[in-house]
């Protein structure tokens, strides 16, 4: 009991901690992972070990080609001639999403590997399969970001996140997952970051002039398995997909390099000044009309309660109306304009501080995410014991009473100890989840 709560407390006053702090991040020291920095005892990456002082460029496979046809997917490795911790670069999870690839692309292949301490991995297309064809999904009409860290006998998707998480990022000692948005929408150049989690929450300092949105993430996608693997990891937003947008992607590239100089990948590096702006709640606000949307804001513009954000306008009778912003904050996503039906979501409104009550539903989110990792345990436990009491007899009440001393049993155990990663028990991945609203979850 001691260790589950001391988590949730020391997450829940780092939270508070942070919530002036939704301007400015000043003077953060750089991280500094505690590592051993002897070569020779890092893991080979994709069946070679890792050369310094050089760029290389290896290959990896989901092992499972399909059609008969291998996709190798092209593995970028900066090493430098210093020993030091590990940073993976991911992009285009969603095929269609290209800013990342070019956000990767001007990293890389400017890095001076002879001044370099440590690694950089950079995967620039994750899914090459949908990069192929122009589409967020698998062949299979799957979101690769919400099977990880997969299973090795489960779905397509679950094998191929199993195999990516297994063979590059077990490498990582912090990833930054880079995403645009989604389903013609576009994001303010931001963080979605885990701010519960202290090691979470330092990454996310070191990316100057960004704004930070708390998210713990949704479940299976890569960000949330790799914090729940001990790999601190933010998502990086930026633009929309499908096309290439200069702007966002030199912010892109600004963000990446400060958090690699934080991280100790750059040499001595002693503070580093971030500004930022930090968000613990965001609200979409949708549409209640079908038409043509028509927006009067862009995205990063501050908006103020009652404030109109944009129109819909039936073309056919001509109504109007128009979509006005619910509370105080700033844009950091929105649609392009288009035909919208009712209950389309049109603009992303991070909120600013209210009171402390986005601090709390940070918090909460936090507790819900960690005491669901215990439920999963117990529920197991109990279970078991169920069918263990049913064997013997065929007595209900025995049964329950079994199950129920057997959960209390197993709540007091399970957090007095490390809880679980998830995805290593049962086999789910056959059994499809419903598809989010694409633009709640964008990721």
């Known amino acids: 009991m001691i260790r589950l709560h001391r988590g949730l407390l020391f997450g829940s006053a780092l939270l508070a901690s942070l919530s002036w702090a939704t301007e400015r991040v000043s003077d953060v020291e750089p991280i500094k992972p505690e590592l051993p920095i002897d070569r020779s005892t890092q893991r080979p990456l994709l069946g070679k070990p890792i050369t310094p002082g050089i760029l290389d460029r290896r290959a990896w496979s989901a092992g499972q080609p ?12 900066a090493a430098g001639n210093t020993p030091g911790p ?10 269609d999403e290209l800013n990342g690839v070019e956000i990767i692309r001007r990293i890389m292949f400017a890095l001076d590997t002879e001044n370099l301490t440590g690694t950089v991995i950079a995967v620039p297309i994750v899914n090459l399969y949908g990069f192929q064809r122009n589409s967020r999904y698998l062949p299979d009409r799957r979101d690769l970001n919400r099977y990880f860290p997969g299973n090795p006998t489960g779905s397509s998707a679950a094998r191929i996140a199993h195999h990516f998480f297994q063979d590059v990022i077990s490498h990582c000692h912090a990833l930054i997952d880079i995403h645009t948005g989604s389903f013609h929408r576009t994001n303010l150049p931001q963080l979605r970051a885990d701010l519960s989690n202290p090691k979470v929450a330092k990454l996310s300092q070191l990316f100057d002039n960004f704004v930070v949105l708390h998210s713990v993430g949704a479940v299976g996608t890569l960000r949330r398995a790799a914090v729940e693997a001990g790999i601190p990891t933010v998502t990086l937003e930026a633009g929309e997909p499908l096309y290439l947008q200069p ?5 892109g590239v600004r963000g990446v390099l400060s958090a690699m100089r934080g991280f100790g990948l750059m040499g001595e590096y002693n503070k580093v000044a971030s500004d930022q702006k930090v968000f613990f709640e965001s609200i979409w606000l949708r549409a209640d009309q079908s038409g043509v949307l028509f927006s009067e804001v862009k995205v990063g513009d501050s908006v103020k ?8 306008t039936d073309p056919i009778t001509n109504r109007s109306t128009v979509i006005r912003a619910k509370a105080k904050g700033t844009i950091i996503g929105m649609a392009l304009n288009q035909m919208v039906m009712p209950g389309f979501a049109a603009y992303h409104l991070g909120l600013h501080k209210t009171e402390g009550a986005a601090v709390d539903k940070a918090a909460e989110g936090a507790a819900d995410a ?9 529920h197991e436990v109990a279970k078991e014991a169920a069918a263990s009491a049913s064997e013997s007899g065929d007595d209900p009440q025995a049964v329950n009473e079994a199950a129920r001393k ?15 990663v998830r995805g290593k028990g049962e086999d789910t991945s056959e059994m499809e989840p419903p598809a989010p609203e694409p633009d709640d979850h964008p990721e």
């Open 66 to 77: 399909l059609s008969g046809l291998a996709l190798p997917t092209p593995v970028l490795i």
């Open 86 to 95: 590990t940073m993976c670069l991911t992009g285009a999870v969603h095929g």
């Open 247 to 251: 702007e966002e992607v030199a912010q």
């Open 305 to 312: 309660k009652g404030e109109i954000l944009g129109s819909v």
């Open 370 to 378: 960690a005491l669901e990792s215990v439920r999963k345990v117990v």
């Open 406 to 420: 057997a959960a209390e049993e197993a709540t007091k155990s399970v957090i007095t100890k490390p809880l679980p």
